[in-house]
């Protein structure tokens, strides 16, 4: 896929967004099924991807099966634009549809995820790709595949609010704080992938069609627009999303997703927006957070976007003490771009 | 002819093993024990005997023509036969007792009229309100029913029930009866004081009891109850002489109240207080 | 058994399980053969017989969890309907398994989930039925714990500390929660030590006899039919060679083969 510079060799063409066609008609209609039957994991035949499983090669492939040569495609990754994963997923479709691509969400039409759903409310004429691990949300206690069908087939879900139950009793509170199940439509009890909860509401009545990728395990699902979602929770137990207790430090923003970065091993940290497109448009439209430069006068600069720690690290509540550097950040910026001198 | 000594069927369990549930409140039965009563009372020539102090409703127990031979299979299926032709009336208000020497076959004819044993031919009909129930023949749901209104049974032994204290062994069939739990523990106790076991013993499960103690045990539980007919299978086997006269007053009671009694008495004083006539095997066990 | 079983014995006149010639063949094997039978509303049938004669197949096809080859298995709704279990729909039939039955497996591993808290094992059942009230849940969780004589501090540990014991009574508390009126139990007490299996028939006896619960016990251990069952059936080469009310049968064996079982019991 690497481009050649041996001169003898024929430059590689790839057809449409990789995939074939025929491929890519079978994918289809796995959607097309996926979307009749709202939080039904439909089992569509994966194909080996140039990249490893993990790597998102379930949300590619229905990326590449809806995609179009107008759309505009954004890729994103724990919120960010300009990860390793996203930039790759990127540049894949870059080289093989030859699509525009944009990090702004309103500009897009296609957004593929992982593990986050845009701040910026999405609109009729976007689609929403997810990448997913595990699709299937009972997993964690029934083993059997076979057994899991079945339960869904029959809707007995009981199961699911074992694992709530469970939570509960082991954390006095519904510990589940990603990939935490939704019952889609009144019927299927879902896997959201790992979002947080907190874009869980999200879901619910999105305008945009939701489109759910698992490469490894070979299954597609979809929430139509403007489906209900609904999160499980018990009456006396209900559903809630995190709560921040400062505003993003770069933007200011509120009711949004913040992941925490860590500045240094003396315990300095900061809560920025998971969502950088978000962040970025609001620090362009002179929000300031506590944390970020003063408004400059020469080329309005936005702050660079820090590395937040991944999901299941922070949210195990063991994230290693490590000192991360800062994402990004221009070459000489030297040390602690975020340090005290800035916030002050 | 001795059949205890020659094992009729192969026997089960050790009594600490068996217990008993709703069906059956008594031990099984055991032809090992051994029988020394001395022959007693009048035995019509048909073998059919009948009291004159007979009621003139009907009998309340009829049975006519009943035979039984065990067949041991595992003894290149030996014969033993027990009773043939076996027949007799018993009716509200007496008391009868089995007689016949040492295995002539009273306690397996008592098992049969409870449908312990089955039988091979013959019936044997129980009164139950207004309906008769042919023991030997009827269905088993039908005979569980039978015994949990209708006919009780008092064994030699009890059936211990780990953890279960004395005082709720005897009150179980009251509360089965519908009697609530309080009047059934307080009648319970009322009955064991007058059969003089130690109120510290009621609090316990009667395992450790003994002999005397568990008899007496078993005893207030078969007969707490109101079953218009009883079985009892040396009911005074274990007691001293007060308390067989303790007993002696209850079945007289139960004799008052209407009941009708088929028993074993081994002991000759009991029998003769209690018994209005004896029946004996002997002539059903020649006859088989 | 006395207490309400026997109020439930008379009143409820009608069979709760009926099964009918009653087969089930593996390839050339037989593994039940023309089994019909009737269970009626707090009674407690014992089905005994050594390994391989049909016991556990036959309780597998009354449970429904095996096809029978030929026959059928009716049951009475709560409705009061006798129904063919074979014409209810998959999901009717698992509301029924989770809901009016039990089953108690002989290994508690197989009946219960290990990675589950004790009171989430408990739990389950309601949580499948609907109940959504964490607190109403533990407070049922925990009160039924007691019943099985389950420390209630034990609630939140998961069932691989418990005792072998402990986790059969756990198991029992996870089947009976919702009051069901038929149990289907495979050697409940197989594999436990004597004392232990004391306790826990014990335990099993007062439930029965209090819920008037209906039961189908398959066990090769006599002394375990004699303390519980009313009535026992016994299998030998997947037919029913015997039956009658446990003491007629224990007490008065007539088939070679159940004279064979009862002589082979060992006196303590």
């Known amino acids: 896929m690497t481009s050649q510079h041996t001169g003898e060799m024929p430059a590689i063409s790839y057809n449409f967004a ?37 790597w998102g090669t379930g949300g590619v492939q229905v990326t590449a099966a809806v995609l179009g040569p107008d759309d505009v495609l954004k890729v994103i990754d724990q919120g960010a634009d300009d990860t390793t994963n996203a930039v790759a997923i990127r540049g894949f479709f870059e080289k093989t549809a030859g699509v525009a691509t944009t990090t702004a969400t309103t500009e897009a039409t296609l957004i593929q995820t ?198 299941g690290e922070r949210e195990q509540g063991d994230a290693p003490s490590l000192t991360l550097t800062a994402r990004g950040a221009p070459e000489g910026a030297g040390e602690g771009p975020f340090g005290a001198e800035i916030a002050s | 002819m001795n059949m205890a000594d020659k094992a009729p069927h192969p026997n089960p369990l050790p009594h600490g093993e068996r217990e008993s549930g709703a069906h059956s409140v ?48 595992l003894r290149e299926g030996a014969r033993l036969p027990v009773v043939s032709g076996a027949g007799f009336d018993l ?9 016949g020497p040492s295995g002539a076959g009273k306690s397996s004819l008592l098992k049969m009229v409870y449908g312990n044993y089955r039988i091979d031919a013959g019936h044997i009909r129980v009164r139950d309100g207004g309906e008769v129930v042919d023991v030997a023949s009827t269905a088993p749901r039908r005979l569980m029913k039978l015994r949990a209104t209708t006919m009780g049974y008092v064994s030699q032994f009890l059936r211990v029930i780990p953890r279960v204290s004395a005082l709720d062994v005897v009150a179980e069939p009251l509360v089965g009866d519908g009697v609530s739990r309080e009047e059934a523990l307080a009648t319970a106790g009322a009955l064991l004081a007058r059969l003089n076991l130690p109120e510290r013993l009621w609090s316990l499960p009667p395992a450790t009891f003994s002999g005397g103690e568990q008899q007496r045990v078993n005893i207030a539980r078969g007969l707490i109850a109101h079953r218009p007919l009883l079985l009892m299978d040396e009911p005074t086997a274990s007691l001293d002489a007060a308390n067989r006269q303790v007993v002696i007053g209850l079945i007289e009671e139960k004799k008052q109240a209407g009941v009708a009694i088929l028993g074993i008495f081994h002991d000759a004083e009991v029998r003769e207080a209690v018994c209005d006539r004896v029946i004996d095997v002997t002539d059903f066990a020649r006859a088989a | 058994m006395t207490d309400q079983a026997n109020q ?212 090769h251990d006599l002394a375990v039919a004699r303390l519980l069952s009313h009535r026992m059936v016994v299998m030998r080469h997947g037919r029913v060679i015997e039956t009658g009310l446990t003491d007629q049968v224990l007490d008065d064996p007539r088939e070679p083969y159940t004279q064979l079982l009862v002589s082979s019991v060992l006196a303590a």
């Open chain 2, 26 to 73: 008594s031990d099984a039965p055991d032809n090992a024990m051994p029988l020394t009563s001395p022959r007693g009372g009048e035995v019509g020539p048909q073998g059919r005997v009948r009291g004159e102090g007979a009621e003139t409703r009907g009998p309340i127990l009829d049975v006519a023509g009943v035979a039984k031979t065990f067949v041991l299979h």
């Open chain 1, 114 to 311: 992982r593990h986050r759903i845009p701040e910026t409310k999405l609109s009729e004429n976007q689609i929403l790709v997810y990448q997913v691990p595990i699709p299937e949300p009972l997993r964690f206690l029934e083993p059997r595949e076979t057994e899991t069908r079945q339960l869904h087939a029959l809707e007995e879900y009981g199961l699911m609010h074992v694992k709530l139950y469970e939570d509960i009793a082991r954390h006095g509170h519904i510990a589940t704080t990603y990939a935490y199940p939704v019952e889609v439509a009144g019927r299927y009890v879902m896997d959201p992938s790992p979002i947080p909860k907190f874009d869980n509401p999200k879901m619910d009545d999105c305008p945009a069609l939701q489109l759910f990728g698992a490469g490894r395990e070979k299954r597609i699902y979809a929430i139509p627009p403007y489906t209900t979602v609904r999160s499980l929770d018990f009456e006396d137990h209900p559903f809630k999303v995190q709560r921040f207790a400062k505003p993003c430090a770069l933007c200011a923003a509120t009711g949004v997703y913040l992941d925490e970065v860590i500045l240094d091993d003396r315990g300095g940290r900061m809560f920025v927006c998971s969502d950088t497109d978000y962040c970025n448009a609001r620090q362009a439209e002179g929000h300031r957070g506590e944390m970020a430069a003063p408004v400059s006068s020469s080329g309005g600069a936005v702050l660079p976007h820090p590395t937040p720690l991944p999901h």
């Open chain 2, 91 to 99: 009716y509200p208000g007496e008391c009868v007792a089995l007689g």
């Open chain 1, 18 to 54: 990789y995939l074939d066609e025929q491929t890519k008609r079978m994918i289809r209609r796995a959607i097309l099924k996926a979307i009749a039957i709202p939080g039904y994991q439909v089992p569509f035949a994966a194909r080996e991807m140039p990249m490893p499983y993990g």
């Open chain 3, 8 to 219: 439930a014995l008379a009143a409820a006149d009608a069979p709760l399980l009926v099964s009918e010639g009653l087969s089930k063949n593996y390839g050339a094997r037989i593994g039940c053969r023309d089994v019909s039978l009737d269970i009626y509303p707090g009674e407690v049938l014992a089905v005994v017989g050594e390994s391989g004669s049909g016991k556990s197949t036959l309780l597998g096809l009354l449970s429904t969890e095996l096809a029978a080859s030929a026959g059928r298995v009716s049951y009475r709704m709560r409705d009061g309907v006798l129904r063919d279990l074979a014409s209810l729909g998959a999901a009717e039939r698992r509301l029924l398994m989770r809901t009016d039955w039990g089953l108690i497996r002989q290994n508690p591993a197989d009946g219960l989930r290990m990675a589950v808290s004790a009171g989430g094992n408990v739990g389950e059942r309601l949580m499948a039925v609907g109940w959504r009230h964490y607190g109403n849940i533990r407070r049922e969780a925990t009160d039924w714990l007691g019943r099985v004589e389950i420390a209630a501090d034990r609630i939140d540990d998961d069932p691989r500390s418990f005792s072998g014991g402990m986790r059969q009574r756990l198991q029992i508390a996870r089947n009976l929660v919702t009051k069901p009126r038929l149990v289907f139990m495979d050697e409940p007490t197989g594999g436990l030590d004597v004392s232990v299996q004391a306790r826990l028939l014990d335990l099993i006896r007062g439930l029965v006899s209090e819920m008037g619960l209906a039961v189908v016990i398959v066990t």
